[in-house]
Nanobody, 123 residues
Framework: QVQLVQSGGGLVQAGGSLRLSCATSGRTFGNYAMGWFRQAPGKEREFVTTLDWSGGSTYYADSVKGRFTISRDNAKNTVYLQMNSLKPEDTAVYYC????????????????WGQGTQVTVSS
C-alpha cells in the first residue's frame, strides 16, 4: 500500500501562482513515477503532468506546458506541482497519483491516488 497526502491549493487570482505537494508513504518512493491530474466540475478527469522514477523524464499537457512544473524530492518522499500564470480554466480539483517506474498520461495506469485538493482561479 502507498498513501498519498496532498497539501496546498486554494484560491488565487488569474496570473498568480500556487504550489501543490503530495507526500507519499508506505513503499520506496524512488521506484515510483508520479502524475498529476485534475477534474473540473462536470468534466472528466484529465492529465496534467507526469514525472518518471528518476526525475529525468517529464511530460506535460499542452494546456499547462510552460506554466506548470513537476518536481520530486526523494529525500522527503514528496512530489510538487508548481503552477504559475494561473488561468480561470485551471480551476479544478487536482489529484496526485503513483505508478511503477514510468509515467503515463492515462489515469487508469495509476495505482494509488491522493485525496484531491481544490484550486480556484478567479478572473
Amino acid at each position: 500500500q502507498v498513501q498519498l497526502v496532498q497539501s496546498g491549493g486554494g484560491l488565487v487570482q488569474a496570473g498568480g501562482s500556487l504550489r501543490l505537494s503530495c507526500a507519499t508513504s508506505g513503499r520506496t518512493f524512488g521506484n515510483y513515477a508520479m502524475g498529476w491530474f485534475r477534474q473540473a466540475p462536470g468534466k472528466e478527469r484529465e492529465f496534467v503532468t507526469t514525472l518518471d522514477w528518476s526525475g529525468g523524464s517529464t511530460y506535460y499537457a499542452d494546456s499547462v506546458k510552460g506554466r506548470f512544473t513537476i518536481s520530486r524530492d526523494n529525500a522527503k518522499n514528496t512530489v510538487y506541482l508548481q503552477m504559475n500564470s494561473l488561468k480561470p480554466e485551471d480551476t479544478a480539483v487536482y489529484y496526485c497519483a503513483v505508478r511503477p517506474l514510468y509515467g503515463s498520461t492515462r489515469s487508469y495506469d495509476y495505482d494509488y491516488w491522493g485525496q484531491g485538493t481544490q484550486v480556484t482561479v478567479s478572473s
